[in-house]
């Protein structure tokens, strides 16, 4: 079969894109699940996470600096913080501008589908006027070196970033909502609005912080994105439609299956595209969107949606 | 009870917050906001490695004084407004009624619109210049008819279809095919006329193939779908080299001719004739779109985006008649690429973009959904704008997007229902707005398990 | 304690019916038989099943386990179990909805001009082109439309907006609008619900003269006995899913596992009376 050559080094691959796509589906389940709304302009707070990561180790570094050793540990960690933090606010002022006002109203939901995409091109054009329409590279943070091999594939060091942040953000975000006070009012809100409501939950607080949470994911994802790619003002487009395809795979709403989506899907795009053109490699996601659904558009692990009928 | 109770003031709230949140001080707040906003995406184009420069640029006090001030000019138009407006209405009622009942007499309308065409015919012959001549066919009335195609999707089915310039791909790219000008070569060769029947055949079956499984779909599934789709064509038309010729387009697509018997036309590089031809096109699928609407055929549209299931207890088959409208909407988008393809002689897939979606979608949304005066209106005011801007360069063309998006954000909160609503529209975003109904097609199904 | 309907088509046959949702049953084994022209009802206690039991029958809901059959006047059976609500419709079974379904940004012409338009055959290419028999269903429509807006007295308000009629003309709407779809079986869920004293009178007269002068054979929900009492000729009685009783409605009135199911078992504490 076409992947079973270098299946491991792909497998690897597929995973670092997994978990960057799992990040950013997150932040797509987390507002459905809340809202029942696709968040068009999330692939925007990726971006933004990207951007300010980007500013953040320029600055530190130099454009053309690099770090090592402990510097390196650093400039990752403060990276991914600032990005997350970027995504977070932009989530955040996302909501209250576009997204509250049509709440208040009540406006009907095919409103704020055409804001959440008006949003978005606003937010990316910005991006572009603001900081030049040239993509850019992230300084060399670390000397990307193999760490490790799996079965005679290299696991580099880009490969253990991805995966431990992507774990660590995962892990907490399963305690914050299995556990805490927030997770419960996200949970309950999800579930029904209008009762949470009557029974104290601030509604738009809990819809607040959910946007935020789910910035913060995305955001960080844009950073390290960036690390291993490049920064430029168009980069949410098609890294955010392959996350909402890899939500929708794993259950709209279903945390667990946004997770399981995004390491699904980039495994199977990664395997997938070496029997294909490589310029087909879009193509693979967007014919498991439509294949899902077409045929299960639940997900695999069940969508979890907000108010019953 | 307490001995002191202070009943004029709610409780807790301190004055400060109180005066925070007053209605006033709030919209000035807002305007003040705006007007930040505007200076910093009025800015200079930023440079890449210099992050801070347009913004500080942008946020030079001369700059960013003037935009405040000019918020706040608007500002204070919407409070004068507001003070006012109840008057202004009641002195408006009387010669409101009196229009309203002179335009229900129908040669009234017919008058008018029949002016109206002979001031669309005479203004760009008698007073544009090349420019602006070209502008209204290629940005203005390809667009418009566009425009009313994807109306018929979006607003009278509630339909949203992101890919929709997809379909105007295909009927240019058909255009190209059938006249030869593609490296695959057709069995004939055919006049570009032909190509109109053929391009609106083939976008109908496009729009079943499309349809058919994604139509049954929530709204916003649909909508991420023909997403998907409208980036798989520009894929594809980049990819498939030996079809589509790449990246390099077609050219030297043959204008239109007509040999009829006694009547020879050609159409040449004068564009005015393109113009005329391009105003009876729009004419007519105007008037038949028009029926369509006050037909049976549109009553079910509304039908099924007002309540699908209460539709279906009226016996109207929701996906038959959403793939009617989608597949309508995808043959009118053909059509227009027929036209576009033949009078510019050369496509490439540069101008096939999901933007360009998004742009159509724009203008059907600040004319009106629904509403297919609208579209036209909707088409003049932005494409006009945009092609004003782009002659006097007030803004670099590459940050139209960020105006695309503020309208679209702006209409929604706004004027959902567009400059020139629909009346039925008009009315359901208002009950929506008070409750009943949910105004589309996007709201879950009901049916709930209870007795 | 059957009705005087023995000699009379059966309409629907609904054979023994489950429908379960995850973990609740909400019909268990329920089967019941609509004569021709007969008006049924269906009453039970809240949660009993009775608008699953329509929703069935429309096509709604798809249950596990049974059949339905209905058998129109040429003798062909039709199994619903499985068919589209359109197609339910086009068959001849209509329905009005417990929370009133108009289409609010409608006129009330227009609302019953949609029921009515539910058989005519224009498409998009006689609409556009206005062809003979799209004028001819045009007028049709609008003439049937009138007459059913008279039928039930809303010709008057015919311009107005459906979302602003008040409650009970709203409910007589839906009802012209169902009767538009020119069907054999007519199914009405709770249509005196929130309705006053004198609106209720109204309807018990409009369903009778829908049985008598349509020859539309009737299903109601009810929780209004007197209605009930006053227009049917038989009563089913479900509980917790399952029919308990079945016949006239002065015997099912008596039977005391309708009793029961209402008031609770003698010597419980309070109660639940949905009754009149």
């Known amino acids: 079969m076409c992947f079973t050559s270098n299946f491991w080094s792909l497998t690897i691959d597929g995973l670092n894109n997994g978990f960057l796509y799992a990040l950013i589906a997150l932040g797509y389940t987390l507002v459905y699940g809340v809202l029942q709304l696709i968040n068009f302009a999330h692939s925007e707070v990726f971006m933004s996470g990207g951007f300010a990561g980007l500013f953040l180790t320029q600055w530190w570094l130099g454009a053309n600096g690099s770090a090592h050793g402990a510097e390196s540990v650093f400039v990752v960690v403060a990276g991914v913080i600032i990005g997350g933090l970027a995504g977070g606010s932009v989530a955040f002022l996302l909501e209250r501008v576009a997204y509250r006002p049509l709440r208040r109203r009540n406006a009907p939901r095919l409103a704020f589908l055409i804001t959440a995409i008006g949003a978005s091109y606003f937010l990316f054009s910005l991006a572009g006027h603001l900081f030049g329409r040239d993509s850019q590279s992230v300084p060399q943070l670390y000397d990307n070196k193999q760490v490790f091999t799996v079965f005679g594939a290299g696991v580099h060091v880009y490969d253990l970033v991805v995966a431990v942040s992507a774990i660590l953000m995962m892990l907490l975000l399963d305690r914050v909502v299995a556990h805490s006070r927030l997770g419960q009012g996200i949970r309950a809100v999800a579930q029904d609005a209008e009762t949470a409501s009557l029974l104290g939950v601030n509604i738009d607080r809990v819809i607040s912080q959910t946007f935020i949470i789910g910035g913060l994911l995305g955001g960080a994802a844009g950073f390290l994105f960036g690390i291993g790619n490049s920064v430029s003002y168009t980069m949410g487009f098609v890294p955010g439609l392959k996350a909402f395809t890899a939500a929708v795979l794993g259950g709209i709403g279903n945390i667990r299956g946004a997770m399981l989506g995004g390491i699904v899907l980039g495994l199977v795009e990664n395997w997938g595209v070496t029997c294909v053109r490589n310029s087909w490699r879009d193509v693979i996601a967007f014919g498991i969107l439509v294949l899902i659904l077409m045929f299960r558009p639940t997900g695999l692990l069940g969508e979890r949606l907000g108010r019953s009928a | 009870m307490t001995a002191t109770s202070d009943i004029s003031r709610p409780i807790g709230l301190s004055r400060t917050r109180q005066l925070l949140t007053h209605p006033t001080v709030r919209s000035f707040t807002t305007f003040v906001a705006l007007g930040v906003v505007a200076a910093i995406v009025t800015g200079p184009q930023g440079r890449t490695g210099d992050p801070t420069y347009s913004i500080s640029k942008a946020l030079q006090p001369g700059h960013l004084f003037l935009w405040i001030g000019i918020a706040l000019a608007f500002w204070l138009v919407l409070v004068a407004w507001l003070a006012v407006r109840g008057q202004v209405r009641a002195v408006v009622a009387g010669p409101r009624q009196q229009v309203r009942t002179v335009w229900g007499i129908s040669y009234v309308r017919w008058v008018f619109y029949i002016v109206l065409i002979v001031l669309a015919v005479l203004i760009p012959r008698e007073f544009f210049g090349e420019y602006w001549q070209e502008v209204t066919v290629t940005s203005i009335g390809i667009y418009a008819l566009l425009a009313i195609g994807l109306n018929v999707v979006v607003g009278f089915a509630g339909l949203l279809d992101l890919g929709y310039i997809a379909f105007y791909a295909i009927g240019a790219y058909a255009t190209a095919y059938f006249t030869g000008t593609l490296p695959v070569q057709p069995p004939f060769t055919i006049n570009p006329f032909f190509a109109l029947p053929i391009a609106v055949v083939a976008c109908m079956i496009a729009g079943f193939i499309l349809g058919a499984p994604t139509l049954r779909l929530r709204g916003d599934y649909l909508a991420i779908v023909t997403l998907g789709f409208g980036e798989l064509i520009t894929i594809l038309a980049i990819n498939l080299d030996s079809i589509t010729n790449g990246s390099r387009g077609a050219f030297g697509i043959p204008a239109f001719t007509i040999h009829l018997g006694p009547i020879h036309y050609e159409w040449g590089l004068d564009i005015l004739p393109y113009y005329y031809l391009l105003l009876i096109f729009i004419v007519l699928i105007y008037w038949l779109f028009h029926r369509l609407e006050n037909s049976r055929v549109g009553r079910a549209w509304t039908a099924v985006r007002e309540d699908e299931v209460a539709a279906q207890a009226c016996g109207i088959p929701p996906v038959k008649y959403k793939l009617l409208a989608f597949a309508i909407g995808a043959s009118t988008s053909g059509f227009a690429g027929v036209l576009y393809a033949s009078k510019n002689s050369f496509i490439n897939p540069s101008i096939f973009t999901v933007n360009r979606s998004i742009l159509v979608l724009v203008l059907v949304i600040f004319g009106g959904m629904g509403s297919l005066a609208g579209s036209i209106v909707g088409a003049i005011v932005v494409q006009g704008f945009f092609a004003l801007v782009l002659k006097n360069n007030w803004f670099d063309p590459a940050d139209i997007y960020m105006y695309v998006g503020a309208v679209l954000i702006g209409m929604m909160i706004f004027r959902p229902q567009g400059i020139i609503p629909s009346k039925r529209r008009a009315r359901e975003i208002g009950l929506a707005e008070r409750g009943l109904g949910s105004a589309d097609a996007l709201a879950a199904p009901a049916g709930s398990p209870t007795s | ?276």
């Open chain 3, 1 to 276: 304690m059957t009705a005087d309907n023995a000699g009379a088509r059966v309409l629907v046959d609904v054979d023994n019916i489950t429908l379960r949702f995850g973990g609740v049953t909400s019909l268990d084994g329920v089967s019941l038989r609509q004569h021709e022209h007969e008006i049924l009802s269906v009453i039970g206690p809240n949660g009993a099943g009775k608008t699953s039991l329509f929703n069935c029958l429309t096509g709604v809901y798809v249950p596990q386990e049974g059949s339905i059959t209905f058998t129109a006047a040429d003798g062909v059976a039709h199994p619903l179990v499985e068919m589209k609500p359109h197609n339910v419709t086009l068959l001849g079974i209509a329905r009005t909805f417990q929370n009133i379904r108009l289409f609010n940004a409608l006129t009330a012409f227009e609302n019953v001009k949609i029921g009515v338009e539910a058989h005519q055959r224009t498409g998009p290419v006689g609409a556009m082109l206005h062809l003979p028999r799209m004028r001819r269903e045009e007028r049709d429509g609008d003439e049937r439309t009138f007459e059913l807006l008279d039928f039930v007295g809303l010709r008057a308000r015919a311009n107005e907006l459906s979302a602003s009629l008040p409650y009970g003309a709203q409910r007589r709407l839906e009802i012209a609008r169902a009767l538009g779809t020119s069907p054999k079986l007519l199914l009405l869920d709770e249509p005196a619900a929130g309705t006053n004293p004198a609106e209720k009178r109204d309807l018990e007269q409009l369903i009778r003269r829908i049985n008598d002068e349509m020859g539309v054979t009737v299903l109601l929900i009810e929780h209004d006995m007197r209605l009930v009492m006053s227009v049917t000729h038989r009563v089913v009685v479900l509980n917790f899913g399952r029919v308990i009783a079945e016949g006239v409605p002065a015997d099912v009135q008596r039977n005391p596992a309708v009793v029961e199911a209402y008031l609770g078992a003698p010597g419980e504490g309070d109660s639940d009376a949905a009754a009149g």
